[in-house]
């Protein structure tokens, strides 16, 4: 028997599963991450661009390029590895390297990405983080480096997978433009733990960023929709007192209903965007198992109090955008309904008034048939009396006799053969 064919897809779609493998990484390490997207339509981008951005990259330390069409690469760039991974909306590169600067999260430790390969890039940062990986310290030692690295006022830091590490972080940038972490494991900790965790935070930071490109964008569209709001009402108040014409209002209701329609449209990826990033920044977190350490707050009451209401006031903008457009077309259905029962009525009183014109002119019809019976019998009793006038003289009749004698007999011919013409036309 021949052997089994395989499916095409079959190797591909297994091979995804292994795709973008987490790094491994040695405390202590330094790791430098920068996430690079496009400001408009960066969905429907030109990817080689990206892909030409990295070999550029690549081909400064001499090193290999990806396969076409790749989507992850890995590769050595002097004393650092490189990371790269291309998204649906952005770039991300995560660049790390054994040892720290003795100055902690050092503005220089950056210039692993050339400046003039910077601003090459083809889009815009929309983060950059540099991470710290140092070895676990006492507790006293470690409470006063981290007060030390980050503002006490946000600092975040818990125990994560199984008491592995602590992580710490205050999701602020810093003078240099980064978002600083920092990462204290346990000296058992392996080098493929400490590579997911450092993964795990480069998500947590990446899509906390691309979520509130959403509340951007719902800020900006809450006057807007307040406005077309108060105009909505102002109409269905028009509409039920009657003050004007239902055609002028229905003209402005539409107006509004476009709009409206225009602005969900517009919005309805970056919303849908939004709602996806917020759902991974909780499913990241989750997967760090946090414990709460020395009192400090963890990631997930740090996203509770100054994340998740950013993401309610986007999927509140999105509901209050999806119900006033709904308003306005129930409204437009009800102005159009009243539109047309009146238009009904018009027509209704405009074919009444056509009856009636119909009726006169039916009665002045039958006015002039009365008419033209006389006018016609009085021309023809002259024709008839004329053809038979030298008959009656002949019989001793004078014409007055004659014509008084044919006079009602014509009358009545006249009258019927009218009559029969009125039949065969109707």
């Known amino acids: 028997m021949p052997p089994i064919q395989d499916h095409p897809l079959r190797y591909q779609l297994t091979n995804e599963l292994h795709a973008r493998p987490f790094p491994t990484m040695t405390s202590p390490c330094t790791v430098v991450y920068l996430a690079v997207k496009q400001p408009q339509e960066a ?10 951005h990295l070999i550029q990259l690549l081909d400064r330390h001499g090193a290999p390029h ?70 676990r310290a006492a507790p006293a030692v470690l409470k006063t480096t981290m007060h ?60 906390r960023a691309m979520s509130m490109l959403g509340f951007s964008r719902a800020r900006g569209l809450s006057p807007v929709i307040g406005k077309l709001d108060s105009r909505l009402s102002e109409m269905m108040a028009e509409m039920t007192s009657g003050t004007k014409p239902a055609e002028e209002i229905l003209t402005q209701l539409l107006a509004v209903s476009a709009e409206l329609e225009a ?30 350490h020395e009192g400090f707050q963890t990631f997930a009451e740090f996203m509770l109090r100054r994340f998740d209401p950013a993401m309610r006031t986007v999927n509140s903008t999105e509901k209050r955008l999806d119900t006033l457009a709904s308003r306005a077309r129930r409204a437009g259905e009800l102005l159009r309904t009243r539109v047309d029962v009146e238009r009904s009525a018009q027509n209704q009183a405009l074919l009444a008034s056509m009856d009636r014109r119909a009726d006169i002119a039916l009665r002045l019809q039958h006015t002039v048939e009365g008419l033209s019976v006389v006018a016609v019998s009085y021309y023809a009793v002259s024709l008839v009396s004329d053809f038979l006038l030298p008959l009656a003289e002949r019989y001793g009749l004078t014409k007055k006799v004659l014509i008084a004698a044919v006079t009602l007999p014509v009358i009545g011919l006249v009258w019927l053969g009218i009559q029969r013409i009125r039949k065969k036309l109707h």
């Open 43 to 52: 969905v429907h981008r030109d990817r080689m661009q990206d892909m030409q």
């Open 148 to 207: 030390d690295w980050f503002v006490p006022e946000s600092l975040t830091a818990s125990q994560v997978l199984d008491d592995s590490a602590v992580v710490a972080g205050d999701f602020r940038i810093d003078p240099a433009g980064h978002v600083r972490f920092a990462i204290f494991p346990n000296t058992d900790t392996g080098a493929q733990r400490v590579g997911r965790i450092v993964q795990r935070l480069c998500e947590i930071e990446t899509y």
């Open 66 to 135: 990806p396969k076409p069409g790749a989507t992850h690469h890995t590769a050595q760039i002097g004393r650092h590895m490189l990371k790269w991974e291309q998204h649906t909306e952005f770039v991300s590169y995560t660049v790390y390297s054994d040892g720290v600067s003795a100055r902690a999260f050092d503005p220089a430790d950056f210039d692993v990405f050339p400046v003039d390969w910077l601003a090459e890039a083809p889009g815009q940062r929309i983060t950059s983080a540099l991470i710290r990986v140092v070895p």
């Open 263 to 292: 602005m969900a449209a517009q919005s309805a990826f970056r919303f849908g965007a939004t709602g996806a990033y917020d759902a991974l920044v909780s499913q990241r977190i989750s997967l760090l198992r946090e414990e709460r």
